[in-house]
């Protein structure tokens, strides 16, 4: 079964510091979307991409984050700088239709020191 | 906007018990409801859905209810399994907004 590839499955970094995580969607699927998950909550929605372009990014803190999807494939989710309130599960998934649809990967664990 | 409150976890129970996961929402229109899993060291998974009022949605031995007249959305399994010890999610959609929502998961821990 085809699945949704992310890496590192963990980061420790210290603040002020630059990271990237990496996800990799299953073939053919066009929508993507970065999640947070803070521990103890439910995933927030970062970014959600249709193929290269950017749907929404409303809860994306833009002074640090920024996501790219630049062919439509894979896609990249930085921060820069890490703050300690950063530290979180930071999990992609991937979609051929609806949010219901979608597959997600098994998260990047994010430690911030 | 839409919001989902779950019970708090975590729900300890031993093997063959039966199961209740409470889940309330606000959300205007016509949301569809949805429950999600999330094993150790895993992504989440959909579990089942519902997208109507009065609608239940099942998978592996789990059900669901979509409740209007109470907005709720209570998960039910009649016999646990160790195996079934994971996090769970509930989540809320607005067909037009066209994004989830989810709840704060409730651990279940289940024991032989």
């Known amino acids: 079964e085809a699945e949704v590839a992310q890496s590192p499955r963990y980061k420790i970094t210290e603040k002020s510091q630059a990271v990237a995580f990496w996800c990799d969607p299953i073939?053919?699927?066009?929508?993507l979307y970065w999640y947070r998950q803070i521990l103890g909550q439910g995933p927030e929605l970062l970014v959600q991409f249709q193929d290269e372009s950017v749907v929404d990014d409303s809860q994306l803190p833009k002074d640090r984050f920024s996501a790219e999807r630049l062919k439509g494939v894979d896609s990249t989710l930085k921060i820069q700088p890490a703050e300690l309130g950063d530290s979180a599960m930071y999990l992609c998934?991937?979609?051929?239709?609806?949010?219901?649809?979608?597959?997600f990967g098994p998260g990047t664990r994010l430690l911030v020191l | 906007g839409n919001s989902v409150t779950q019970m708090e976890g975590p729900v300890t129970l031993s093997e063959e018990a039966f199961l209740t996961i409470n889940c309330t929402y606000t959300?205007?229109?016509?949301?569809?409801l949805f429950w999600y899993v999330q094993y150790p060291g895993e992504g989440l998974q959909l579990l089942l859905k519902?997208?109507?009022?009065?609608d239940k949605g099942s998978n592996k031995g789990f059900e669901a209810t979509y409740r209007k007249e109470t907005t709720s959305f209570h998960l039910e399994k009649g016999s646990v399994q160790v195996s079934d010890s994971a996090v769970y999610f509930c989540a809320v959609m607005n067909t037009g907004f066209q994004k989830l929502v989810f709840g704060t998961g409730t651990r279940l821990l289940v024991s032989p």
């Open positions: 959300a205007t229109g016509y949301p569809s």
């Open positions: 998934a991937t979609a051929t239709g609806g949010p219901e649809t979608q597959y």
């Open positions: 073939s053919g699927h066009a929508t």
């Open positions: 519902a997208t109507k009022a009065d």
